[in-house]
């Protein structure tokens, strides 16, 4: 990947956290006093940590997403990122620019997937006899 592609990737991070951290209540303007060095005026305010800590209990979906966003940035900034955690190829540009937070590569991922279908405990459509709606006939 290209400095300029990883780049590209970063700056998409770093929106969609802006876009979740908007969503549980810390607006642009508290974000944008968060990063500065001076934020004496904020003290009264919500501060990050209890929209952390809001998003955490309402919106764990979301919560998991931030947390995924802020591991991808990490990695960016470590040179770790974009390779698959499961066969340590890297994972295509197209693929991170639609899932920048992704962990693993196309092919793993589809294999993951099987696996999980596979649990016995998954129930498909499927597993409902058609008699039973033929009974109401
Ligand atoms: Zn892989």
Redesign the pocket.
Known sequence: MTKKELKILRDLLLQRRQEILERVGASSEEIGMLQAENAADWVDRVSLDDAMNNLMSKESELARELEGIMESIKKIDGGEYGI?E????G?SFERLEVVPTAK??I??KNEIEKQQRRRPNYRGRSTIPTEIFEWYD
């Open positions: 698959c499961q066969c340590y190829n994972i693993y590569c092919r793993c």
